[in-house]
């Protein structure tokens, strides 16, 4: 990218990071599209998960993304399920519209992206995302939806880390690498403050329930106060979290009490997820990512126990074996009595 499309990066107001990138592209098929270009997760979802190698598609597909409010990794990841519905026959030809929806077609994949976005002809069978789609296409293409709790999974993969698998499938909205990056512990990044003094093993399973529950109420504050996780990466811990909090709102308030405001959200976001149907059986990875490990590379033959590590997850929660938050948990973080009776019928 730096050599041929990028000519510039943007920033949120006064960010020292940078992430975004300025693209221009001036030959070629996509010539004349200038601004926003892919960042990581996007060239890998309409790249590397659908063989498609031109950069400049790529580059389309995400523009095409922003302006119709769509996520670049859903789209990214319903497409490829699609190709490789297609590719074993259970998408014919003319279920897609005529496309010839081959790996690697980049002109097929930003038409999907067109059509997706204006829910028109196989664009509306997609536009709800892989487990709907799958569901409707039927002749086992659940096994090709990708997906927890109905999000398409990022370019992170949890047969890396024992502790992001885990991460994965507890997260109330899924398959999501922003709302408790916990890889980032298993990566070589710090937390002493909060008890992460050394990198964590990435594979092994042992006290990992304990360090994902913590950095999970943790992030879980980072995003109550609409702070970016990447300043994390410029050296953002928990001391200055507590210091913003108290800063801006008065109140005198230390670390444990910060955790237990975490700890308070997700408890109400996990009584939210049930009152809507979610349970126990939707905190599980693909039947893929279970099944087959990778053949070679630094993660050769890891598949995480996410059995065992969700049932220490749960104890250490406080909550039933069935994933449900007691009446004891909430108590203990004065919630019980402050939530309707339609959620208390839920609890033991």
């Not at 995400?62 to 259970?90: H, P, Q």
């Amino acid at each position: 990218m730096t050599d041929t499309i990028l000519v510039g990066r943007s920033t949120c107001w006064a960010c020292p990071i940078g992430c975004g990138r300025q693209v221009e592209i001036k030959e070629g098929k996509y010539a004349g599209l200038k601004g926003k270009g892919p960042e990581y997760e996007t060239v890998a979802a309409f790249g590397s998960l659908c063989l498609n190698d031109n950069l400049s598609a790529i580059a389309k597909a995400n523009d095409l993304c922003n302006r119709f409010g769509l996520d670049t990794i859903s789209t990214g990841g319903v497409i490829a399920m699609a190709i490789e519905c297609y590719e074993k026959g259970l998408l014919s030809r003319q279920d897609v519209d005529d496309l010839d929806l081959t790996w690697g077609n980049h002109q097929a994949i930003v038409t999907l992206v067109e059509k997706i976005g204006r829910r028109e002809g196989i664009g509306d069978l997609l536009a709800d995302g892989s487990l709907v789609a799958a569901k409707r296409i039927g002749k086992g293409a659940e096994d090709m939806a990708i997906h927890v709790k109905g999000l398409e999974l990022p370019m992170h993969d949890p047969r890396a880390y024992s502790g992001w698998a885990l991460s994965y499938v507890t997260i109330p909205r899924g398959g999501d690498h922003i709302a408790a990056p916990t890889y980032w512990l298993e990566r070589g990044v710090t937390f002493p403050d909060l008890g992460f003094p050394e990198p964590l093993d990435r594979f092994s399973s042992e006290n990992k329930a304990k360090w994902v529950k913590v950095f999970q109420d943790f992030c879980e504050v980072i995003e109550s106060m609409v702070a970016c996780k990447f300043s994390v990466y410029a050296g953002l811990r928990s001391p200055h979290v507590v210091g913003l909090i108290s800063f801006a709102t008065g109140w005198d308030v230390d670390l444990e009490e910060i955790l237990k405001i975490g700890e308070r959200s997700l408890n109400l976001k996990r009584l939210i997820n049930l009152r809507l149907g979610f349970s126990r059986k939707d905190d599980v990875l693909p039947k893929r990512l279970l099944s087959l490990s990778l053949k070679e590379g630094g993660t050769q033959g890891f598949i995480p126990d996410i059995e065992s590590l969700l049932k220490d997850y749960y104890s250490l929660r406080g909550w039933t074996d069935e994933g449900v938050p007691t009446k004891k948990k909430l108590d203990e973080l004065s919630l019980l009595t402050d939530i309707e009776e339609e959620y208390k019928a839920l609890l033991i």
